[in-house]
């Protein structure tokens, strides 16, 4: 154990912590996101809604915005700030839904598709630029993110 002044490390050095190296990676992937998505207006929040409701809409079922929240793994209550956010813009309409009166349905508004569409084509090319440097790790890499996810289960 590594004492400096009365804090105590289980590490030798901040790189020699996982959690802190997932932080840091997580913390670069997502300004490489941010600074590809703003020409077109989007926060990575955002986008990450829009192509949820996108992704769910291909079930054919009415989206709820807690659906939409656990497909992303969201909170509910960010979740819907997000969306108040993107009715405004004019890329989300919330409708009353059908099986539940308690609850809107989502979709996407016709002037969403192609924006949404722009969006996926710049995150995937922003994914595969910054895990390229893994070269054929990368499917390794994916397995053990897996893994890692599938304690949450």
Do not use: C, Y
Request: net charge negative; hydrophobic share 45%; proline share 6%.
């Amino acid at each position: 154990m590594v004492t400096t002044g009365d804090v105590r490390f289980g590490f030798q050095s901040p790189g020699d912590s996982p959690g802190f190296l997932l932080l840091q990676i997580t913390q670069l992937w997502q300004r490489r996101q941010r600074a590809a998505l703003e020409p077109l207006n989007l926060t990575h929040g955002q986008f990450v809604l829009l192509a949820g409701i996108g992704w769910l809409a291909k079930m054919g079922e009415p989206i709820s915005q807690v659906q939409l929240a656990q497909h992303v793994e969201a909170d509910v209550m960010m979740t819907s700030e997000v969306l108040r956010s993107l009715e405004r813009k004019g890329l989300v309409e919330r409708t009353p839904h059908p099986h539940d009166s308690r609850a809107k349905a989502l979709r996407l508004t016709p002037a969403a598709g192609p924006l949404v569409n722009q969006a996926v084509e710049i995150v995937e090319q922003v994914d595969r630029e910054f895990f390229a440097v893994l070269g054929d790790n990368l499917p390794h890499m994916l397995d053990l993110m897996q893994r890692l996810l599938d304690q949450d289960e």
